[in-house]
C-alpha cells in the first residue's frame, strides 16, 4: 500500500471487523488479534514521528495466572505430588526444548502439532510436546532400565486452542511413569489406582476411567478388514468419538480414509461396546475376535487388570471401553482416560457391565490418561534395546479451568498467602519493635508480616488482615512492652489475650495447627 488514501481504506475495514467482532461477543484471542492489526496499520500510517503504542496481551493460547488462581494451582500439584509420593515416585526434569529428531515420528497425525525453533545456525530443536518420549529419551541415554519417577513441567502444543475449556498451547503436564520388567497388569493396575486416587482427592465430580488395549484395537481392525497400512490412521479417526458422533467417524473412515464401508460397519458394532471383566470374557468367545492372537492375548490382559483393580478398590469407575483409542503412535499395550461425567447412567452400573452400547454417560472431558509404551525407549537405544513402560499423564490446565469456575461461582475466599500472624502496633513510635518482634517470629519459622509504615493506624493493620485471611495479630502498645507480652487477637472472633513474649511463638503454632 503505498498511498495514504489506501492505508486509510484498510484502517476503515479494519475497524468495522473488529467493531463487528465485539457486537457478535467474540473470544476475546480473536478480538486481540484483529485489534493488534488495526494497531500496526495506524503505526504505518503515522510514520516515524508516531510513538509505537505496545499490544498488551499475552501470546495465543497462554494466559497470565493471578495469585488466587496460583493459589488454587499450588494446591492442586500439592495433592499430586503428594499422591505420586505415596507410591514411592522420585522426581526427574528435562529440557524444555529437544533435539527436533528426538520428537520427530512419535506422534502420529499430532506431529504437526510441535514447535520447531528457528535454525540458530547450529542444531534443529523443538519444543516439547509432552514428557513422555523425553523420558524415553533419558532411560535410553542414561542406560536406566527400572525407575518410577514423576514429571511435572509445562509442554506446548501449536493447537487452536479452546481457553474456556482448558486448552492452551502453553500447558503443565503432570506424569507418573514405571519404567521396568515387571509382571504383566501389576504396574498398569496402580497407575489406575493412582488417577482414581487424584480425581476423587480434588473432588472434581463423578468421573469414570475408560481402559481399553492396543492390541485389541489392532486385532478388531484386522478382523474387520482394515489394510495393515490403514491401521494408526484409522486409530486416530476411532480416538475422535468422544468428540464427534459415529456417523461423522464413520464418513471420516470411509470418505477421507478410503476405508470400505463395510468394515468401517464393522468397527462400529464393537466400539459401541463397553463393560467391565464379563465384556473380556464374552469377547474372548467372539468368533471375529478370537482370529486375533494380538487381541486374544490384550483381552486376557484386561481380564487380569480387572482382577487386580478389584482388590485396590476402584472397579466401581473403570469401564472396558472399546471406543477408547487414543492417537498417539508409541502405546503398544494398555491405554486409558480418565473423564469427567454428567447425569447418566454411571461406569459401573449393571448396563454398562453387561457391554451395552456407549451412550449413557456424556462426558465432559478428559482429565488424565496414559497407557503401556514397550518400544519407545528402544527407539532411541543404540542396540534397541526395550525398557517396557506404563504411566499417566494428569490433564492438568482443564483441573485448573474447572476448580477455578468453582470458586467463582461459590465465592469461596481462596487465601493467596499463608501468613499466620500480622505484627501491628497501637500506638506511634514503635516501628523498632515491631521489626524486632518479626525477626524473632521469622527465626522460629513463623509466616508474619508487618505495614510497611512507620506509624500505621492499628484499624487499617486489621482490616488487612481480615481482607488478606490472616488469622491472628500480635500487637504491641507500650503497656505491653513493659509488662514483657504481647495481646495475640484472634481475627475471627476478635477474642484478644495477653501471652508472655516467651510462650508466643508457641501459641501462634498451637492457634494456626486447630486453624
Given amino acids: 500500500m503505498d498511498n495514504k488514501a489506501e492505508m486509510q481504506e484498510a484502517i476503515k475495514i479494519q475497524g468495522e471487523v473488529v467493531r463487528k467482532l465485539k457486537s457478535e461477543k467474540a473470544s476475546k484471542d480473536q478480538i486481540d488479534e484483529e485489534v493488534a492489526k488495526l494497531l500496526a496499520l495506524k503505526a504505518q500510517i503515522g510514520g516515524d514521528n508516531v510513538k509505537h503504542q505496545f499490544v498488551l496481551k499475552t501470546a495465543k493460547g497462554t494466559r497470565d495466572y493471578n495469585p488466587k488462581q496460583m493459589a488454587i494451582r499450588e494446591r492442586v500439584f500439592s495433592t499430586i505430588i503428594g499422591c505420586f509420593k505415596r507410591h514411592g515416585a522420585e522426581t526427574i526434569d528435562t529440557p524444555v526444548f529437544e533435539l527436533k529428531e528426538t520428537l520427530t515420528g512419535k506422534y502420529g497425525e499430532d506431529s504437526k502439532l510441535i514447535y520447531d525453533l528457528k535454525d540458530q545456525g547450529g542444531e534443529l530443536l523443538s519444543l516439547r510436546y509432552d514428557l513422555t518420549v523425553p523420558f524415553a529419551r533419558y532411560l535410553a541415554m542414561n542406560k536406566i532400565t527400572n525407575i518410577k519417577r514423576y514429571h511435572i513441567a509445562k509442554v506446548y502444543r501449536r493447537d487452536n486452542p479452546a481457553m474456556t475449556r482448558g486448552r492452551y498451547r502453553e500447558f503443565y503436564q503432570c506424569d507418573f511413569d514405571i519404567a521396568g520388567q515387571y509382571d504383566a497388569m501389576i504396574p498398569d493396575a496402580e497407575c489406575l489406582k493412582i488417577v482414581h486416587d487424584i480425581l476423587s482427592e480434588l473432588d472434581l465430580g463423578d468421573f469414570r476411567i475408560k481402559v ?51 468394515a468401517a460397519d464393522q468397527i462400529g458394532e464393537y466400539v459401541s461396546l463397553q463393560g467391565g471383566m464379563e465384556l473380556a470374557e ?62 447418566g447412567v454411571a461406569p459401573g452400573s449393571t448396563e454398562a457391565q453387561n457391554g451395552t452400547p456407549a451412550e449413557e454417560s456424556v462426558s465432559v472431558g ?13 527407539m532411541f537405544d543404540p542396540k534397541g534395546r526395550k525398557v517396557p513402560c506404563v504411566g499417566i499423564s494428569i490433564g492438568i490446565e482443564r483441573i485448573f479451568s ?3 469456575q468453582k470458586a467463582e461461582a461459590s465465592a469461596e475466599k481462596v487465601r493467596t498467602t499463608e501468613v499466620q500472624v500480622m505484627v501491628a502496633s497501637a500506638q506511634k513510635n514503635l516501628l523498632e519493635e515491631r521489626l524486632r518482634l518479626l525477626t524473632e517470629l521469622w527465626n522460629a519459622g513463623i509466616k508474619a508480616e508487618v505495614m510497611y509504615k512507620k506509624n500505621p493506624k492499628l484499624l487499617s493493620q486489621l482490616q488487612h488482615c481480615e481482607e488478606s485471611g490472616i488469622p491472628l495479630v500480635a500487637i504491641l502498645g507500650e503497656q505491653e512492652l513493659k509488662d514483657g507480652v504481647v495481646k495475640l487477637r484472634v481475627v475471627a472472633s476478635r477474642e484478644e489475650v495477653d501471652v508472655s513474649r516467651a510462650a508466643l511463638v508457641d501459641e501462634i503454632r498451637r492457634r494456626t495447627s486447630l486453624a
Avoid: H
Fill in 402 to 404: 474447572i476448580l477455578e
Fill in 366 to 378: 478428559s482429565v488424565a490418561g496414559g497407557g503401556r509404551y514397550d518400544g519407545l525407549v528402544g
Fill in 282 to 343: 464374552r469377547l474372548l468367545q467372539d468368533q471375529k475376535m478370537c482370529r486375533s492372537k494380538q487381541a486374544c492375548a490384550g483381552l486376557s490382559d484386561i481380564k487380569l487388570l480387572f482382577s487386580y483393580l478389584q482388590l485396590f478398590q476402584v472397579t466401581d469407575k473403570v469401564v472396558f471401553d472399546l471406543s477408547l483409542a487414543r492417537g498417539l503412535d508409541y502405546y503398544t499395550g494398555i491405554i486409558y482416560e480418565g473423564v469427567l461425567t454428567q447425569a
Fill in 212 to 262: 481399553n488395549d492396543r492390541r485389541i484395537l489392532d486385532g478388531m481392525f484386522a478382523v474387520c478388514g482394515v489394510p495393515d497400512d490403514k491401521f494408526r490412521t484409522i486409530c486416530s479417526t476411532v480416538d475422535k468419538l468422544d468428540k464427534m458422533p459415529w456417523e461423522d467417524v464413520r464418513k471420516e473412515m470411509v470418505t477421507e480414509k478410503g476405508l470400505s464401508e463395510e
